[in-house]
């Protein structure tokens, strides 16, 4: 392993990005960077980070802070859950490490949120504790590498390409190891169009060897993606838009949206609009009904989401039902989904 290792640092040494979180060792910063990184390319992810920590500059001030300025904050990301994990996270740390991050590796993996590739990035870049990480990244390398077939999204996959990213750490310096193979898999080693080329590991590359880079990583499952049909109501009366709060067991959990009206398959406006669910949340007044938009689609992990925006002036004076009457000039305290943000955006919001 050696030669990999050799060859692995060399090229990170002369290749790497100048990035702010390389700078530091300090735990809560390379958590922070790790977090945001997990689901979000560097370049659109470090305006987030910079804000982030801006608002938030130590595990104290997360803590504290209620969970709608995170999430706020957080607005644009997507994968909420992660910003709930780490107001989680932080407030655990106050209790039970006295606002501070634990230095071992199984304090850290306790933490909510924290999976085994955070564990181990945290560990090492930190404390400098042995532990490899093993990302997208990583497992793209380590299977071209040595033409590993067996597949990542199984058990027996994972566990042999743990072991091997393992053999393959320099335990004397874990952090900059690490951060070589993800960097090496980030800029050179691509997932489509990878610069073998160029690439100093070449000549120990099975898979280059054998002209069958593209075939790896190898995967056993593909993730069906269910689609769902959402149609916005941009609901307005004299200076007032209407918001409702989302609940706590779908996406976007606990954030602010327009009415919402979901159907099993996408409908005809005069449809919706004819609906019970549209009258319940207009409370049967008078409307004007301004424009309905062209289809968005907005991908998830596992969901295609279909949406149109309702541009419905209402006439009476009635308030409508449960929603929150927002002025315009307060919607910024609102953490909302990503579609309605740029809807809003679109709209000169």
Known sequence: MKDYRKALTGWYNHSKRELPWRETRDP???WVSEVILQQ?????GMEYYHNFLFRFPNIPALAMAPEEEVLKVWQGLGYYSRAR???HAAKTMMQEHGGKFPSDY???RSLKGIGDYTAAAIASISFRLPYAVVDGNVFRVL??????STPIDSSPGKKEFYALAQKLLDTDNPGESNQAIMEFGALQCLPAQPLCGECPLSTLCVAYSIGTVNNFPKKSKLAKQKNRYFNYLYLYQTDHLFLEKRGDKDIWRNMYQFPLIETPVQMVPEAVIGSPDWARITQSQPFTLESVSAEKVHLLTH???HIRFFRVRLEGNTLPGKLIPVRLMDLSRY???KPVENFLLEMGH
């Not at 299977?143 to 590993?148: E, G, H």
């Open 40 to 44: 979000t390319r560097v370049r659109q």
């Open 143 to 148: 299977s071209r590498l040595f033409a590993i």
């Open 106 to 108: 199984a304090g850290i």
């Open 303 to 305: 969901q295609r989401l």
């Open 335 to 337: 953490a909302v989904p």
């Open 85 to 87: 994990n780490m107001h």
């Open 28 to 30: 809560y910063t390379i």
